[in-house]
């Protein structure tokens, strides 16, 4: 059994830096890619990060690039979300997934897990709050 495990949220002031981590326990089989995923309150969840786990091609929501850097460690089976310049707009549960197969697109399969879609693993998300 698959399981993703975050951690690392909190309360943070604007302008203040957090280090989010996903812990992959299982064989996720094919899986070639992870991301991270932001809902915001009263929003739907969005995608706003994610990577291939053999190569450095990052995706970025155009709201945190320059601000917020995905990276993993294979050895590890962990994925990092590292959110610098935190601003209020950044409030809410983060959610890391993996697609449950092999992708070509980080991008597509971000757009396909807007809403999250049951073909991917999902962890049970963390809580970040930044205030003004």
């Known amino acids: 059994q698959v399981r993703l495990v975050e951690s690392g949220g909190g309360s943070v002031q604007a302008g203040g830096s957090l280090r989010l981590s996903c812990v992959v326990y299982g064989d996720t089989g094919s899986s070639n890619a992870m991301g991270w995923f932001r809902q915001a309150p009263g929003k739907e969840r969005e995608g706003i990060a994610a990577?291939?786990?053999?190569?450095?091609?990052?995706y970025y929501i155009d709201s945190v690039e320059g601000r917020f850097t995905i990276s993993r460690d294979n050895a590890r089976n962990t994925v990092y979300l590292q959110m610098n310049s935190l601003k209020h707009e950044d409030t809410g549960v983060y959610f890391c997934?993996?697609?449950?197969?092999?992708?070509?697109?980080?991008?597509?399969?971000?757009?396909?897990?807007?809403?999250?879609?049951?073909?991917?693993?999902w962890g049970q998300g963390t809580a970040v709050t930044v205030s003004s």
């Open positions: 990577i291939y786990t053999a190569f450095d091609v990052p």
């Open positions: 997934a993996a697609p449950h197969f092999q992708i070509t697109s980080i991008f597509s399969w971000v757009v396909e897990n807007t809403p999250p879609s049951a073909s991917s693993y």
